[in-house]
């Protein structure tokens, strides 16, 4: 409960709630064939695009929507809200672990690109595509439970 006056600290526990948020929402588009089709003919300039995506919806979801939080009073990392880097992080680390635990990038790449231009540095690319995708949802799911609980 937040009183006046007062405003609640970021603790792990606030942490391990984004994990639960950006697990939940990760785990559908980690396996879904659509996600990697999308990220094999997505161009750089999407990609810096979902990250922007996923920016302003972690940021408004942390601070727009929810007006007990006031970033400016909020323990900072380089000048950014603690909160904040946490829950861009759980975002991003929530679908590519789960990606990697899943084998996806091995299973899903390959309906997509002709089997000799697989190689390391393509899967990696089209894995880091696909976790900006995923990660559209992800940051939904994190700043969700945050909030929420």
């Given at each position: 409960m937040v009183r006046v006056g007062h405003h609640r600290r970021f603790k792990l526990a606030d942490s391990a709630q984004q994990v639960v948020g950006g697990f939940l929402l990760a785990g559908p588009f980690v396996v879904t064939d659509e996600v990697w089709a999308l990220a094999v003919g997505m161009e750089w300039y999407q990609t810096v695009l979902?990250?922007?995506?996923?920016?302003g919806i972690?940021?408004?979801?942390?601070?727009?929507?929810?007006?007990d939080r006031d970033p400016d009073r909020e323990a900072e990392l380089a000048g950014i809200p603690?909160?904040?880097?946490?829950?861009?992080l759980v975002a991003y680390f929530s679908v590519f672990?789960?990606?990697l635990a899943f084998?996806?990038?091995?299973?899903?790449?390959p309906n997509h690109v002709e089997a000799a231009e697989v190689t390391f540095w393509t899967q990696v690319v089209i894995t880091l595509k696909a976790t900006s995708i995923g990660a559209v949802f992800s940051v939904t799911g994190a700043a969700t439970a945050d909030s929420v609980f």
């Open positions: 979902t990250v922007g995506i996923v920016l972690g940021y408004g979801a942390l601070y727009k929507a929810d007006d603690l909160r904040f880097v946490s829950l861009i672990i789960l990606a084998d996806a990038p091995a299973t899903l790449i």
